[in-house]
């Protein structure tokens, strides 16, 4: 049952006319009123759709909200808190996408969707954890500088005779670099449990898996299988998704202190606001956004082959 505050957002969302799109891995409350909710690549698809509305708020970080509005240029996207950023976005800066263009220039440049626009303006074409692979693959090119997340290049590179190149050295997910060789110990305290983990978990613990998975992935995966319980290493609030679509089903986080700090400070109170006030504001350079839309287009239709 929806409590005021959010009934309050479910009508305050109908009279501006607006769509709240909120990432996996957005607490309960927020769940419970968002129009949709996905993985980087199902956000960026439903992005490129939105045409019948006139605001959009976008719960999630701050690379999300910007591929909204690069694929959106004459809609309104708002974010709730501008400090919802992502370290590992800020890791590859567009200074060190041309410096790595300059060493490698036969080079294609498949950027993960988790950068700044500002990056994504310098590459060829981006990906996601959900489609990476199919990316690299569809390239013409043998050598691919790849970035920022080091453990999704790694990933790729088993998939591929392709080169990949990451840039930069060291680019991580501090959410996913939690999770330790302890999964073992809870494969042997549910042996009849699947365990599911993201491209972006250290190669070892990707080894531990019996699958690895986006979260768009996570959750086909799980209502489609036959097996009763998964033991799920992402962040903590997969899990709660999880929970709510797979009632009949037992769902485990791998850790649960494995939490994205920067997507909790989304609250209902600031998605109120962020209606009511018409604020913040997703605002992208035009010559940075027209640059950067080519590459999530291609992305975009590469993913739909």
């Not at 419970?32 to 045409?51: N, P, Q, Y």
């Not at 994205?260 to 913040?280: D, Q, R, V």
Request: aromatic residues 6%; contains cysteine; charged residues 30%.
């Amino acid at each position: 049952m929806l409590n005021d505050l959010q009934k309050e957002i479910i009508q305050l969302k109908e009279e501006k006319n607006a769509i709240i799109l909120a990432h996996n891995y957005q607490t309960w409350d927020i769940q419970e009123i968002a129009d949709f909710m996905g993985d980087s690549l199902e956000l960026c698809i439903k992005a490129s759709e939105i045409d019948d509305k006139d605001l959009v708020v976008f719960c999630g970080v701050d690379f999300m909200a910007e591929t909204a509005a690069i694929l959106n240029p004459d809609k309104k996207i708002l974010i709730p808190d501008t400090q919802a950023e992502c370290p590992m976005a800020n890791m590859l800066p567009a200074s060190e996408v041309k410096k790595a263009k300059g060493r490698f220039n036969d080079a294609a440049v498949v950027l993960y969707v988790n950068t700044l626009a500002e990056a994504k303006a310098e590459a060829d074409i981006l990906c996601t954890s959900a489609n990476a692979v199919k990316i690299v693959e569809s390239l013409d090119e043998d050598r691919i500088l790849f970035g920022p997340d080091m453990n999704l290049a790694s990933y790729v590179s088993s998939f591929t005779d392709k080169e990949i190149i990451p840039i930069p050295e060291g680019g991580h997910c501090y959410v996913h670099r939690m999770f330790t060789g302890e999964i073992f110990f809870l494969r042997e305290k549910y042996p009849d449990a699947e365990i599911l983990v993201h491209p972006e978990c250290n190669p070892e613990i990707q080894k531990m898996a019996d699958h690895v998975l986006s979260t768009g992935g996570m959750v086909n995966h799980v209502k489609e299988s036959s097996k009763d319980t998964f033991i799920i290493g992402t962040e903590v609030d997969m899990v709660t998704r999880l929970r709510r679509e797979n009632p009949d089903k037992t769902i485990i986080p791998a850790l649960s202190e494995a939490i994205c700090e920067t997507m909790k400070l989304h609250t209902l109170e600031k998605i109120k606001n962020s209606l009511l006030n018409e604020e913040f504001v997703v605002k992208v350079d035009k010559n940075i956004a027209d640059k950067a839309r080519g590459a999530v287009e291609r992305m975009i239709e590469v993913s739909k082959r």
